[in-house]
């Protein structure tokens, strides 16, 4: 089955500066990947996802970046802001019916006013 | 419905007690997710529905724990013969069926058991 490992468990970083997370799946068959914050006691939420047949995707501050051959995908914050503290799991799965999500171990993301 | 609703929000059982817990998916997403997540930890599958076809079952932990969905909407995941190591959150989420990987995810049940 899929593995994902998620790297670095915690990150801290200074108001303003960049945040990277870095994620490397197993199965050469996963195709969709998506990002998702979870605040403290709150349901996780998605906050950006990606397909294999692109390899870079941006919202506003938010960007994901893929390499299939290299089996490993980034989440990259910039301009970090206090309200982007919270945990962030990466997860992968093979898009089709049937597919279920696996999660990396998830990076508690500290940013200091 | 405007999400995925779980009932309850915390549950407090003593050893040895069975439990159930409810989700209730967005209306009209035919895939149906549960997962357990300890605490500090990442989410853990558990079992998976998807509309009609047998669920996936390969992620429960023990025979203690099994889940059903009926009518293709609410789910009930029950534990039986509640062990301390039980004790976690339960995350249920939904998906319609074209799009599996995206995921929606109720609120969670935190469940303590003494």
């Known amino acids: 089955g899929e593995n994902v490992e998620q790297h670095p468990s915690t990150l801290s970083v200074q108001e303003g500066d960049s945040a990277v997370i870095k994620c490397t799946y197993s199965?050469?068959?996963?195709?969709?990947f998506p990002w998702y914050k979870q605040e403290l006691g709150k349901r996780p939420q998605l906050i950006i996802d990606?397909?294999?047949?692109?390899g870079e995707k941006k919202d506003q501050r938010i960007a994901v970046t893929l390499n299939k051959t290299a089996k490993h995908f980034s989440l990259h914050i910039t301009e970090t802001q206090p309200e982007d503290s919270a945990v962030y799991f990466c997860?992968?799965?093979?898009?089709?019916?049937?597919?279920?999500?696996?999660f990396g171990e998830g990076t508690q993301l500290t940013v200091n006013p | 419905g405007a999400g995925v609703s779980q009932s309850p929000s915390n549950k407090v059982t003593e050893k040895g007690k069975d439990v159930e817990l409810r989700c209730d998916p967005i209306?009209?997403?035919?895939?149906l997710y549960w997962y357990r997540q300890s605490l500090g930890q990442g989410l853990e599958f558990l079992i998976y529905?998807?509309?009609?076809?047998?669920?996936?079952k390969s992620g429960l932990p023990s025979d203690r724990f099994s889940a059903e969905r009926t009518g293709g909407s609410v789910s009930t995941l029950t534990i039986q013969r509640t062990q301390q190591e039980d004790s976690a959150v339960y995350l249920c989420?939904?998906?319609?069926?074209?799009?599996?990987?995206?995921?929606?995810f109720g609120a969670g049940t935190r469940l303590s058991v003494l």
């Open positions: 989420a939904s998906s319609l069926e074209w799009s599996a990987g995206i995921q929606y």
């Open positions: 199965d050469s068959a996963s195709n969709y």
């Open positions: 990606i397909r294999s047949n692109v």
């Open positions: 997860a992968a799965s093979r898009e089709t019916s049937g597919s279920r999500l696996t």
């Open positions: 209306s009209g997403h035919t895939a």
């Open positions: 529905f998807q509309g009609n076809s047998a669920p996936d």
